[in-house]
């Protein structure tokens, strides 16, 4: 398990931000206080104003954590006997389990950060998401294709964020993993191909069953 | 209130919300625009809440009508998702303040709110059932295979719509298709079906 | 491989990225423009604005593809055959390599990015190596005591990256390699005290003497 992941809830600022993370999941960000989050949080008003300057700005640190997840999850399963897209569809599967065990994390990053949130948030919401797309694309490095069209990235990424989002929103939380095949094919089929995007689709099914086994 | 005067309220909402976001859209100047009477407002909705919702969802509709409307049963599958999607885009860069209203201001409420915009996505899953007849692998393909390929495209028209440059989207016409239908037939294809869309833009 | 080096066609995205490195480390960003963009990359305008929305957006996608670059080289570089601290030698010796090979690029990562472009270019490039600081702070676990503080990494990284700055900004790039058993001393002394920050200072000493090995 990667540790970067939520701020630990174990110090106070992890305390806190999973606190507002939680309540805008529930109610979306225009109702989020001050006072409603440190009550969550189990802190006096005064204690979230010394670790925030405000809302927005822990709302900032919150959009920060799940981009260090993924990436941790993604680097961690390099290895020589892989391919970078083999690292990735087995990589799927993990960051899916992340999302299932973080909820209100997931709800942040497909739907609180990319479109219930203020400018400043949203922009470095939208940062970490174009890292993300430039991972992807990468890909291409393998394509059949000599000319690549534009933002095939953040069509492929938001392919699989659309079935996400589906889900989360329904409250299905613990039915993403079930879904890493859909998404790995989704997200790789433009740069490799539908035979080479099914392969690694199944090798995810696989590597989602050996886990459940083990 | 007679139903011409119920979408005058709804489009005035509506236009409330893209102008002035949520909390400062304000009922009594869409009633004011819509030519509507407070009684008859109160008799129709609730609240605010309950007319923007019912202005979303008349929004919504219209989106998906006017996507479907010009294709033509008798053209080949990839014409009809490139004739809809041409639609889509001309509508969304001839009126960008619905276009943001319809991707952020609206879903951006709350919760509830988002739901709408989950689904508006999903009503277009049925026009994409057509194309795995047009895959080139013999295996089936993946169950959600066709809210990845809505999904595609949403994610580059919203990229466009929240950047303010809505007015670009029919431009992207050929990148877009690529997009939405390499899933079913994969990249060389899909690049095809891209380089003939371009010819006629 | 980032700049091409006539190694394999680059397609039209990646020889307009490529080129605005390029003129970033020869030029400077502020006074390099789109035409000059299009003459280095040979392609028109219309492929431009296909790929890019403006000129800071072409930059983006040059520390996007350097952070990109780095992420992939440090995840490949663990490995389950040898030793935690082994592997992160190996990876901090392949960033330098990566950088070495391209040096456009390396001066847009620690010179451009950083203190001759807007907040916005800055706050993208903070995040990469947020990223890294992450991958970094994971060798932590490994220290005995755990006594490094939670700001280790980054104060490691910082050390590293202004002895880095210093080189490629005075055209040494090529040579970055030399550096390799000052960096590993900085990096790991936080966390594993002078005397072992030495020894592995001297194994990438070594590392460097004989590439093969690793």
Redesign the interface.
């Known amino acids: 398990m990667p540790k970067g992941w939520a701020l630990p809830a174990e110090t106070e600022r992890g305390r806190a931000v999973l606190a507002l993370v939680e309540l805008w999941?529930?109610?979306?960000?225009?109702?989020l206080s001050v006072t409603e989050i440190a009550a969550r949080a189990g802190m006096s008003r005064e204690r979230f104003e010394g670790l925030f300057d405000s809302v927005e700005a822990a709302a900032v640190t919150a959009n920060e954590a799940p981009l260090a997840a993924v990436v941790e999850i993604v680097a961690d399963l390099y290895s020589a006997d892989r391919s970078e897209a083999e690292s990735y569809a087995v990589a799927v599967v993990g960051i899916l389990r992340l999302m299932t065990a973080n909820p209100a994390y997931c709800y942040l990053t497909f739907?609180g950060g990319r479109?219930?949130?203020p400018s400043r948030v949203h922009e470095v919401f939208e940062s970490g998401h174009q890292f993300l797309v430039a991972m992807l694309e990468r890909l291409w490095a393998a394509?059949?294709?000599s000319d690549q069209?534009?933002?095939?990235g953040?069509?492929?990424?938001?392919?699989?964020?659309?079935?996400v989002?589906?889900e989360i929103?329904a409250g299905r939380y613990e039915a993403l993993p079930a879904?890493a095949?859909?998404?790995v094919?989704?997200s790789m089929?433009?740069?490799l191909?539908?035979?080479e995007a099914?392969r690694l689709?199944e090798l995810s099914r696989r590597h989602l069953e050996e886990d459940l086994e083990a | 209130m007679d139903s011409q005067q119920r979408d005058r309220m709804l489009q005035a909402m509506m236009e409330e919300l893209a102008d002035r976001g949520?909390?400062e859209a304000s009922v009594e100047r869409a009633r004011s625009v819509a030519g509507v009477s407070e009684t008859d407002f109160a008799a129709e909705f609730a609240d605010k809440d309950e007319c923007l919702f019912a202005a979303y969802d008349q929004l919504t509709d219209q989106v998906v009508a006017r996507a479907s409307a010009e294709c033509d049963r008798g053209e080949p599958w990839p014409e009809r998702v490139r004739t809809g999607l041409e639609s889509l885009l001309r509508g969304m860069a001839e009126q960008p303040g619905m276009a943001m209203a319809l991707?952020?201001a609206f879903?951006?409420?709350?919760?509830s709110?988002?739901?709408r915009?989950?689904e508006l996505?999903?009503r277009f899953v049925p026009f994409m059932i057509e194309g795995r007849e047009y895959?080139?692998?013999d295996?089936e393909?993946?169950?959600?295979?066709e809210?990845?390929?809505?999904?595609?495209?949403?994610?580059?028209i919203?990229?466009e719509v929240d950047?303010g440059?809505a007015e670009r989207l029919p431009k992207?016409l050929?990148?877009?298709l690529?997009?939405v239908l390499?899933?079913f037939?994969?990249?060389?294809r899909?690049?095809e079906e891209?380089r003939t869309a371009s010819m006629s833009i | 491989m980032l700049e091409g080096n006539g190694q394999g066609l680059l397609s039209e995205r990646d020889r307009a990225v490529s080129a605005m490195a390029r003129l970033c480390a020869e030029r400077g960003y502020p006074e390099t423009t789109i035409d000059d963009v299009l003459e280095l990359a040979r392609i028109d305008r219309d492929t431009f604005d296909?790929h890019f929305?403006s000129k800071e957006d072409c930059l983006l996608a040059a520390v996007n593809a350097i952070m990109t670059e780095t992420v992939s080289v440090v995840g490949a570089s663990y490995s389950g055959d040898r030793s935690e601290w082994d592997s992160g030698l190996i990876g901090i010796r392949a960033i330098l390599q990566l950088m070495s090979a391209n040096p456009s690029f390396a001066y847009v990562g620690y010179i451009t990015s950083r203190q001759m472009a807007e907040a916005k270019v800055r706050d993208v490039r903070d995040s990469g190596v947020g990223l890294l600081c992450t991958m970094l702070d994971r060798l932590r676990s490994y220290s005995p005591d755990n006594r490094a503080p939670e700001t280790a990494a980054a104060a490691a990284f910082g050390g590293a990256e202004a002895l880095m700055r210093k080189e490629v900004a005075e055209g040494r790039t090529e040579q970055l390699e030399r550096l390799l058993p000052d960096l590993i001393y900085g990096a790991t002394v936080p966390f594993l005290g002078q005397e072992e920050a030495l020894r592995l200072a001297r194994r990438g000493r070594k590392l460097t003497e004989d590439p093969g090995e690793g």
């Open positions: 999941a529930e109610n979306g960000y225009a109702g739907i479109q219930m949130a394509s059949p294709l069209p534009a933002r095939v953040v069509a492929a990424l938001g392919a699989a964020e659309a079935v989002r589906r929103v879904l095949p859909d998404l094919y989704g089929v433009p740069f191909g539908q035979a099914m689709a | 949520y909390s991707t952020r879903p951006g409420i709350r919760p709110a988002y739901e915009y989950v996505l999903s895959s080139e692998v295996e393909l993946p169950g959600e295979v809210l990845l390929a809505v999904g595609a495209a949403e994610a580059i919203f990229g950047a440059r992207m050929p990148e877009i690529f997009s390499v899933p037939m994969g990249p060389e899909a690049a891209m | 296909r929305n």
